[in-house]
């Protein structure tokens, strides 16, 4: 039962190169999402696909680009990585489109240097 | 602009008395909040939700209620055990012009309950 899985939970970069970070779900879910949590932030999203083959901006989407390669998986790319991006990053999916809970992963914990 | 407040960084409680977390909004189009747990090195998870409709949501030792007039929700948790620190998310949803319906979280509360 693994629910929403990202791939790597740790991960140190340095200043300027490049990252994927993974996120696959197995519940059939419509919906993805990609999160970053910062100390006294909450949960800011960053980008969202509503359904397989669309993806939109969220609140903060500057220095990110994101693929939905099918609709098991989420992908977020950090192309020029910034100590800025230094952050917990969650992947979430959700049934539908309405007034259902989403779903996270246990999270990437990302350092930039 | 904090649409979803959560003014309490931390609450200490003893295991057995009431844990009471609250959340303030300010967008009225919000129309559906939910509460999420998160412990340490984990997703955050579901826990309760509410509609705008009602004011009060009740499922076992958790119950939610809503004053849209003070645009405020409270998390009640009683009786509070151990297993229940962590921190709590607050969020809310509203429809954007897009047909999707935006989720915004409040920053969080830290619960400690003391045995």
């Known amino acids: 039962n693994a629910g929403v899985t990202q791939t790597p939970k740790f991960q140190v970069l340095k200043t300027g190169q490049s990252m994927t970070l993974q996120c696959a779900q197995d519940m059939n879910h419509n919906s993805m999402y990609w999160y970053r949590q910062d100390p006294g932030m909450g949960l800011r999203l960053i980008y969202y696909?509503?359904?397989?083959?669309?993806?939109d901006k969220g609140e903060v989407p500057n220095g990110y680009n994101v693929s939905r390669l099918n609709k098991r998986e989420f992908s977020l790319r950090l192309e020029s990585a910034a100590p800025s991006q230094t952050s917990v990053y969650f992947c979430?999916?959700?049934?539908?489109?309405?007034?259902?809970?989403?779903?996270f992963g246990d999270g990437t914990r990302l350092s930039i240097l | 602009d904090q649409q979803v407040k959560q003014n309490s960084p931390s609450l200490s409680v003893q295991e057995g008395r009431i844990s009471i977390l609250n959340c303030d909004y300010t967008?009225?189009?919000?129309?559906?909040f939910l509460w999420y747990k998160k412990y340490p090195a984990e997703g955050p998870t579901f826990l309760i939700s509410?509609?705008?409709?009602?004011d009060k949501n009740e499922d076992g030792r958790f119950t939610v209620f809503l004053n849209k007039s003070a645009k405020h929700l409270s998390l009640h948790i009683v009786p509070s055990q151990p297993g229940d620190s962590a921190v709590y998310f607050c969020a809310a949803s509203a429809w954007n012009s897009g047909g999707y319906q935006k989720v915004t979280f409040g920053t969080g509360t830290k619960l400690q309950v003391i045995p």
């Open positions: 509410i509609s705008s409709i009602k």
């Open positions: 979430a999916s959700r049934q539908g489109r309405s007034n259902q809970p989403q779903h």
């Open positions: 696909s509503a359904s397989e083959g669309t993806t």
């Open positions: 967008n009225s189009m919000f129309d559906y």
